[in-house]
């Protein structure tokens, strides 16, 4: 499934608009395999071409893009984040829902995208995120990161094995998280590559 959206695969903002409701339905459905929330304050939600389709024709129409430059302007932005079959891609949120608490806990996750913490485990092998550059600086962090995973030919094999076990964790500081992949997931998932 990791093909680039080009301007072609997009509905104009009208056409968009009559279909949206069905449109929308759908990829909640489909996102419900491609999300984990790891503990309360980390949600990964995995993206591809058809995520990816959905969140610009959402910006179309928020924005009410119509012109040309600008609708390209957001297949730059967000073609970079399809994963291009030897990977998985997500976006990973760090969520604070309460005001008051925002500084503090975004604070306690600086560090969170320099090593090893944030990882699938397959049958014991481990495939680690590669955070983007950019997103955290020695005293702040962003809430909004996006995420690669790269397989390589063998864990691919695995993850793909309806025997394996697979899980997504993170381990950071005292921030330790796992959810186990159902079938379903695994699924989802292995479609990507």
């Not at 093909?3 to 419900?32: A, G, H, P």
């Not at 962090?141 to 690669?148: A, E, G, K, L, N």
């Amino acid at each position: 499934m990791s093909t680039v959206i080009e301007k072609s695969d997009l509905l104009n903002i009208i056409d968009y608009e009559k279909q949206r409701n069905i449109y929308r339905k759908e990829l909640i459905d489909y996102k419900k395999n491609r999300r984990f929330n790891l503990g309360s304050n980390i949600l990964i939600t995995f993206e591809n071409s058809k995520t990816m389709k959905f969140q610009i024709q959402e910006m179309m129409r928020a924005e009410r893009m119509v012109h040309d430059s600008q609708i390209e302007e957001e297949l730059n932005v967000y073609n970079p984040l399809i994963p291009k079959g030897n990977e998985l891609s997500a976006t990973l949120f760090i969520e604070i829902t309460d005001p008051q608490k925002i500084r503090p806990v975004l604070d306690s996750f600086i560090g969170l995208t320099e090593g090893e913490n944030v990882y699938f485990d397959i049958n014991g092998e481990k495939v680690y995120a590669q955070f983007e550059e950019g997103r955290e600086k020695e005293d702040n962090i962003s809430s909004v990161h996006y995420i690669r995973f790269p397989f390589i030919e063998e864990q691919k094999i695995l993850f793909m094995n309806e025997a394996s076990t697979i899980s997504i964790n993170i381990d950071y500081n005292d921030y330790q998280y796992s959810v186990d992949l159902n079938e379903k997931m695994r699924e989802s998932l292995s479609s990507d590559f």
